[in-house]
């Protein structure tokens, strides 16, 4: 087979195997989930993580959806702790941090990782906003956001009511909160 052959083919079984996805729910589900509907309630979780505690050093925590109800929230799921692209997300995510609490948003990342490695992600990062941890990628499948063994990178902006408003898949780690940000005041008309 030549290069041509060889691509087109993959191309195909590529998107053969996608369609088999779409045409069996179940099994998305069990690759990575199905992405939660637009301006519908927003799958609930509930996960143990770390979140800054005196003087911004990491500390246990355990939130739920239910811990953000009044204020906007963004979920973020990402692949793993310290590596390049989910390093640079968490810090452009800390930079506009302060233009979400004047937006009334909270931020909250999500992986596969352990509540040891997210400390010390926040700690050398000196993220100041909480990270859950999902090891066995339950929440990440609510959210059609995993392929084991690790979180994709989507994001969810749920409003104050609970409900999905936005999300984003395959996001671009750069750009990614100035995106966010640019649609939580657009939905909030700032």
Not at 108 to 134: I, K, M, R, Y
């Amino acid at each position: 087979m030549n290069r041509r052959e060889l691509l087109r083919t993959g191309l195909a079984s590529a998107l053969f195997a996608f369609t088999g996805l779409l045409a069996n729910p179940r099994r998305a589900f069990a690759m990575g989930g199905t992405l939660p509907s637009l301006d519908q309630p927003a799958p609930p979780f509930q996960l143990e993580g770390v979140a800054p505690g005196a003087g911004n050093k990491p500390q246990a925590t355990q939130l739920d959806l239910s811990n953000f109800a009044g204020s906007w929230l963004v979920l973020y799921f990402y692949p793993k702790d310290f590596t390049g692209g989910c390093t640079l997300e968490a810090r452009r995510f800390q930079t506009d941090l302060a233009a979400y609490r004047a937006a009334n948003a909270q931020v909250v990342g999500v992986s596969a990782d352990d509540t040891n490695s997210h400390a010390a992600f926040c700690d050398q990062e000196g993220l100041a906003f909480p990270l859950l941890a999902d090891p066995g990628g339950v929440v990440s499948r609510r959210y059609g956001s995993w392929i084991p063994p690790f979180s994709q990178r989507h994001s969810f902006l749920i409003d104050p009511q609970g409900v999905l408003r936005a999300r984003w898949v395959a996001v671009q780690p750069s750009s990614h909160s100035s995106e966010v940000l640019a649609e939580l005041r657009r939905l909030q008309n700032i």
